[in-house]
Each structure stands twice: as structure tokens, then as C-alpha cells.
């Protein structure tokens, strides 16, 4: 059974850092690109972030852009985003999703398996 678990969030003032996880198990997270998507109140969710299989390409909503820094550690099963400087309109719930496929493409646009989310609060 896939599961996707999402931790991390919380109340964070503007500039601070959080470091979301993504805990994955049913299937082998080495062979999946992982996604972190977002979704403010009111508004549409975005896509933030992918990795790839191996890790070896990434990429960044401009908007997070030289903010958010995506890794992985396959031997923990566990995908990470680490925020950095961190803005109100970066309040979200945050998901981590796949759609079991080694591109990020496809976990981008149609993806399959989702976390339950982490609330991101960034206010003063």
C-alpha cells in the first residue's frame, strides 16, 4: 500500500526556516521522483518542487526559487524541503505526491498518490 506521510509544519516567523519531511512506504522510493505541492486558503494548489529518481535533477517554482532546497535520502525512505526565509504568502498546506514514476513529469501533472498534508504558517 503507498503511503506518503507529511511532517514538519507549523508557526515559523517571516525569514525563519522549516524543514518539511516526506515518509514514504509500499513501494521503493529510490525508483520515484517525489513532488511537493501547496495550497493557500482560497487559492489553487501549485506545484513547489520535484526530484527525481536518483536525485539528480530538481526543480523550483519561481516563486521558491533560491528559497526551498528539495532532497532525498532513499536509505531513510524520506524526502525532504527544506524552507529558508520564509514569507506569509508561503502559508500553506504542504503535500508531498508521486505518481510512481522515475521523471518528474508525470508526478507534476497527473500525480497519483498524495500525502494527508503539513500545515506552514509563516505570520509575526
Known amino acids: 500500500q503507498v503511503q506518503l506521510v507529511e511532517s514538519g509544519g507549523g508557526l515559523v516567523q517571516p525569514g525563519g526556516s522549516l524543514r518539511l519531511s516526506c515518509a514514504a512506504s509500499?513501494?521503493?522510493?529510490?525508483?520515484?521522483?517525489i513532488g511537493w505541492f501547496r495550497q493557500a486558503p482560497g487559492k489553487e494548489r501549485e506545484g513547489v518542487s520535484c526530484?527525481?529518481?536518483?536525485?539528480?535533477?530538481?526543480d523550483y517554482a519561481h516563486s521558491i526559487q533560491g528559497r526551498f532546497t528539495i532532497s532525498r535520502d532513499n536509505a531513510k525512505n524520506t524526502v525532504y524541503l527544506q524552507m529558508n526565509n520564509l514569507k506569509p504568502e508561503d502559508t500553506a498546506v504542504y503535500y508531498c505526491?508521486?505518481?510512481?514514476?522515475?521523471?518528474?513529469?508525470?508526478?507534476?501533472?497527473?500525480?497519483?498518490?498524495w500525502g494527508q498534508g503539513t500545515q506552514v504558517t509563516v505570520s509575526s
Open positions: 526530484i527525481n529518481d536518483s536525485g539528480s535533477t530538481v
Open positions: 509500499g513501494f521503493t522510493l529510490g525508483s520515484v521522483a
Open positions: 505526491a508521486t505518481h510512481l514514476q522515475a521523471r518528474c513529469t508525470a508526478t507534476m501533472t497527473f500525480p497519483a498518490y
